[in-house]
């Protein structure tokens, strides 16, 4: 009797001591676990450093590029001539990379008393360009500039309002959003009556080498341009003009996708946000302006340098989710799925093999994005088209890294122009092919509510 | 007799083996990280904040009067004020997160470099330097930078009679600026304004940016890993490698490697929560109840560095060319101890401390 005693104890003890070393296995050891958003690319970091982690697995080279990257990121142009980072200008938006991409991360609309600094405007009349694009704005081209050195003219000022938008959700409890207008003012010459108008928060730049190193194909093949699956949500990938090879691709990167490389959206930046040259867009960004200073100067960042820069971002790792195993960030993470939000911020995507750059290939990762273009309704309408993106549409933006917003970037200003003050205005701003989506979101209770904000928070 | 000896036995036994399991329990180590968080918040951050806006004012007012009959003696209190200050500010680089990055306060105060062609321009020009004005003007042309060029000159060389009024009354309003600058960042930790303070010595005790004390612990350490690679690779690397001292910060004031020690030094008072006034309980104490050839390892490689600064004896645009292996030393150095905090410091911290 008392061996058969033993026997069971021990019998369901060993049940016992085997069942929590698998838990703890599905837990913590899962090859390819969501919590591990940047595949081998992923950090352990929740502090002010945690959009800036080099990617492992670097040749010494390679590592070298990065810092030379990272220090060019942070350099702070000044008008020329100067002995240290000269060519600012004639007009622009920002002196350094960092001065919009704060912390790597992501950039707000200003608040009163400050200068617009990590966001700015794309500006174009109907029509397109002759590859394609917006058409530029006779005398301000295509992006607009309040700031000039000395001696040049500024394009102008941006005024910006917010008008309270004001909604409820089904249990009654009350919201209020608020919503932007812009006016410019001050333009140093006149502006067409049909100019329009698009603004654009500077986006977080970590990241972006995975993004990059999803193949064209599993982009493209999310696609459903004409909504064949009936499930409301559309896709559509962009075409943008490649400057360096005189042709069309993918386009990836911007808020409407309008990029097609980590290299072209460097120089584009570079040269439209700060009036610096490259071998990439040799022309100053003024050229056909009064402000253009005529000169045929060498390019004002070195082809080494703007690669390097090129590849900084391209090797920014990606922040590990947390708490992903709390209970109420999995019910979060349900609902998530069940109002179909990850039918655009599709949660899983897998970097194409890449032998070249084997440091970011064939990786799991976690991004929540599509990569598409989606139309996101006329709440959220900037009414200009980009190539193929027409003035409703917008390209998923990534949500890895979204919950360290506040503590890395200290703000929570969401979606393209910062107009949502939080996580759950900018799901209330969702329209469009995500009408329904934000419908079942208003309809929901307030702790799903919680749980879901709770999720995005992990992410 | 037998059953005497039989309990003898059994007694000692018993004691013996009570003895045994007493020498196996382990005191269990104080938890102290609380109290870490608490003096750290309090006697670097809020307190270096509090120093540099006090330092700040001094200088506001000090120019202010400069400004109004200008003098000899009254350059040298300004150019003394400018260095005070600069020295607060360049320690606590080494706790270089919160409100300082995420207000941006650290570019409008300490950019590099000066855009000179556009100073030209503002100081011939008829604008008035009101706040508001310098507020929008760019990084390049405010904080630290800008007010050292105009009080020191090109090779520290400037004297009182040289300022004309534009530069004076560009100087008063750069230096309020700075004050105001400096006030607010000392406001957002104070309790009675952002309460940053607050927000991060409750971490993991219902903070809403910390959830976790090991988030805090991990902020401070990687702040003093951020501030030695900055200082070996960025401030002291970047100008040796590619010998141009135009890439050299504080040169008008020919205070560089006073700049470097200071940032050193700030790693070390951040890792006993200690300044000149106060010593509290620090990641130093953590560490020692852990592992004290750690902390003996840290405290060695912070000394080694400073000494290695040390060994730099002239000015570091020059030292450059000059100095070498003084130079190059001093970057492994740095690093030396840069390694140390982030391979056997940081693992430290996420091993034992759990939330």
């Keep these: 009797m008392i061996k058969q005693k033993l026997f069971a104890i021990l019998f369901i003890g060993s049940l016992l001591f085997f069942y929590a070393c698998r838990k703890a296995d599905e837990v913590y050891i899962e090859k390819d676990a969501e919590w591990l958003s940047g595949g081998k690319q992923t950090f352990f970091d929740v502090t002010n450093s945690g959009f800036d982690h080099i990617f492992n697995g670097l040749t010494e080279r390679e590592e070298e590029n990065h ?23 004639p007009i622009y938006n920002n002196v350094s990379c960092s001065g919009c991409h704060v912390n790597d991360g992501r950039g707000k609309p200003p608040v009163a008393g400050e200068k617009l600094s990590s966001m700015l405007f794309r500006i174009s009349i109907p029509g397109a360009n002759p590859h394609g694009g917006p058409n530029p704005v006779p005398g301000f081209g295509g992006q607009f500039h309040p700031r000039a050195i000395a001696g040049k003219l500024a394009e102008g000022d941006i005024d910006i309002q917010y008008m309270a938008v004001f909604g409820q959700y089904a249990d009654g409890s009350k919201y209020a959003l608020r919503q932007p ?15 329009m108008l698009s603004p654009r928060i500077a986006p977080q730049v970590f990241g972006l080498g995975l993004l990059e190193a999803i193949s064209d194909a599993d982009i493209m093949n999310r696609a459903d341009e004409n ?55 040799p022309l100053e960004s003024s050229f056909g302006q009064p402000q253009y200073d005529g000169l045929n100067d060498e390019y004002e960042v070195s082809d080494s340098i703007l690669h390097a820069v090129a590849f900084y971002m391209q090797t920014l790792g990606v922040p590990a989710r947390r708490n992903a195993y709390d209970a109420e960030v999995l019910n979060g993470k349900k609902i998530f799925n069940a109002i179909q939000c990850a039918a655009c911020h599709v949660p899983e995507q897998r970097t194409k093999v890449d032998v070249t750059f084997p440091s970011r290939s064939n990786q799991k990762i976690f991004p929540y994005t599509d990569l598409l273009l989606h139309n996101m309704g006329s709440g959220l309408a900037d009414n200009r088209p980009e190539f193929l993106a027409d003035g409703y549409e917008w390209r998923t933006p990534a949500l890895w890294g979204i919950g360290l917003t506040k503590k890395i970037n200290g703000h929570e200003y969401f979606l393209h122009d910062g107009r949502a003050r939080n996580l759950e205005e900018a799901i209330l701003w969702h329209g469009g092919e995500a009408e329904n989506s934000n419908i079942k979101f208003r309809n929901l209770s307030l702790s799903e509510r919680k749980a879901l904000l709770k999720f995005l928070e992990s992410l | 007799m037998k059953s005497f000896f039989k309990f003898l036995f059994m007694a000692l036994f018993l004691v013996a083996l009570l003895t045994a399991c007493k020498q196996k329990t382990t005191e269990p180590i104080p938890d102290i990280t609380q109290a870490i968080l608490i003096d750290y918040s309090t006697n670097i951050s809020l307190y270096s904040y509090t120093e540099l806006a006090l330092a700040s004012d001094q200088l506001h007012t000090d120019i202010l009067a400069f400004s109004m009959a200008p003098t000899k003696a009254g350059l040298e209190k300004c150019q003394g004020d400018w260095k005070a200050t600069r020295a607060i500010w360049e320690q606590s680089e080494a706790s270089l997160f919160g409100p300082v990055s995420t207000n941006s306060i650290d570019p409008r105060i300490d950019t590099w470099p000066i855009d000179f062609n556009r100073l030209d321009s503002i100081l011939k020009s008829n604008v008035v330097f009101n706040q508001i004005y310098i507020e929008q003007l760019e990084e390049s042309l405010r904080g630290f930078h800008p007010i050292e060029y105009l009080l020191f000159g090109r090779g520290a060389s400037k004297q009182y009679t040289q300022f004309n009024p534009r530069q004076l009354e560009f100087l008063v309003a750069l230096s309020e600026n700075l004050k105001t600058l400096t006030s607010s960042l000392k406001s957002d930790w104070d309790i009675n304004g952002g309460n940053f303070y607050t927000v991060f010595s409750s971490a993991g005790n219902g903070s809403s940016l910390y959830t976790t004390k090991k988030a805090a612990f991990e902020e401070i350490a990687n702040a003093m890993v951020g501030i030695c690679d900055e200082v070996a690779n960025g401030k002291i690397g970047e100008v040796f490698i590619t010998l141009d001292s135009t890439k050299e910060e504080s040169p008008f004031a020919k205070n560089s490697l006073t700049d470097f020690t200071n940032n050193i030094n700030g790693v070390l008072y951040a890792y006993q929560s200690k300044n000149t006034k106060a010593d509290g309980k620090g990641l130093e104490d953590f560490v020692r109840q852990y592992n004290l050839s750690l902390d003996g390892a840290i405290k060695h490689k912070h000394a080694s560095a400073i000494a290695a600064l040390n060994n730099i004896t002239m000015p570091f645009g020059e030292a450059i060319h000059l100095q070498p292996i003084q130079v190059q030393n001093a970057i492994d150095a740095i690093n030396d101890l840069k390694n140390e905090l982030e391979t056997n410091l940081l693992p430290l911290i996420q091993l034992h401390i759990k939330s």
């Design chain 1, 227 to 281: 909504d064949k699956d009936g499930d409301g949500i559309s896709g559509k990938y962009n075409v943008v003009y490649d400057v360096l090879t005189n042709s069309y691709r993918l386009g990836r990167f911007g808020w409407k996708a309008g990029q097609p490389s980590l290299l072209q959206q460097s120089a584009g930046a570079y040269n439209e946000d700060m009036g610096i040259t490259s071998f990439v867009f």
């Design chain 1, 67 to 89: 810092e030379i990257g990272d220090a060019a990121f942070d350099a702070v142009f000044v008008t020329a001539p100067a002995p240290l980072n000269a060519g600012l200008g």
């Design chain 1, 181 to 195: 207008f812009y006016t410019i003012k001050n333009n140093y010459t006149t502006l067409p009556s049909n100019v």
